[in-house]
């Protein structure tokens, strides 16, 4: 069994222990509004407040791939440093047995910044978007990899209709075409193996051409294996508009906020 393969288990176990119910992409929406605030991903994506490539910087503090990448970790101040250096958006790991990971970290977060929040997990049931929204996320990642087509496009739907984004990830060419199937304003090719868990900057260059090819006013957002400028710099070649960085910025020297920048060139 793959670590992937593991993830999903436990994950399933997870969502078995939640309350049952049926959402309806109302239910999910007044979810949004009963938080009074509203920030919005893509937009941010799009218009970053620092750089030429928007940064999606992400609070994480460990992998099955690299274990303990932070032993300090205090989130909200990892957070507050990432605002302070010009990221976009923030990516907060929810995941708690494999990635040390917890929604209370979003919460929290949400309380401190006032950037967009990706919730940074691995969806199988539309009951973890309704989780998402109440403890402070604007944007849900779907990774292809983990969902057949009609819960792809149902919890899609689901999101985009209630007010959240939705970063669609992708690893490979199977994949970006199922994705282009429901055509999603915001996709994400991660460049490392899901197999192999080895990482090639060389993923997003081969699947942006496709993209693009199919869907030119796609945002395509590059994650996994960036650690310096030049790597960004690559990225943006293929048309990359974001990147999504984590273990670089999280293994530094603790200052986030010089790590960042050195990637945004600014």
């Known amino acids: 069994m793959t670590i992937l393969e593991k993830i999903v288990e ?30 919005d991903f893509l937009a941010a994506l799009k218009s970053p407040p620092r750089g030429d490539v928007a940064l999606i910087a992400e609070v994480k503090k460990a992998s099955p791939s690299a274990g303990l990448i932070r032993s300090d970790f205090d989130p909200v101040t990892i957070a507050r440093r990432y605002e302070l250096a010009g990221a976009a958006c923030i990516s907060v790991l929810t995941d708690e047995q494999f990635f040390q990971g917890s929604l209370d970290y979003l919460k929290q977060i949400r309380a401190a910044v006032k ?27 779907l990774i292809v990899a983990i969902l057949d087509d009609e819960r792809l496009k149902k919890f899609h739907e689901l999101s985009t209709n209630a007010g959240l984004a939705a970063l669609v990830e992708v690893h490979d060419e199977e994949e970006l075409d199922r994705a282009l199937a429901i055509r999603p304003p915001l996709i994400g090719v991660n460049n490392r193996n899901l197999k192999t868990f080895n990482v090639d900057l060389g993923t997003t260059e081969r699947l942006a051409k496709k993209l693009f090819a199919a869907q030119p006013d796609a945002l395509l957002v590059a994650e996994s294996g960036i650690h310096t400028r030049a790597d960004v710099e690559r990225l943006k070649a293929t048309g990359a508009k974001a990147i999504l960085v984590g273990e670089s910025l999280m293994r530094g020297s603790g200052d986030e906020v010089a790590a960042a920048r050195s990637l945004l060139g600014v």
């Open 115 to 141: 950037l967009p929040l990706l919730r940074k997990d691995f969806m199988i049931d539309e009951r973890q978007i309704l989780e998402a929204i109440e403890w402070g996320a604007d944007a849900i990642l």
């Open 10 to 39: 436990q994950k399933k176990r997870e969502v078995d222990a939640l309350p049952a119910r049926t959402l309806a992409a109302g239910d999910l929406h007044d979810a949004v509004l009963e938080r009074n605030e509203s920030r």
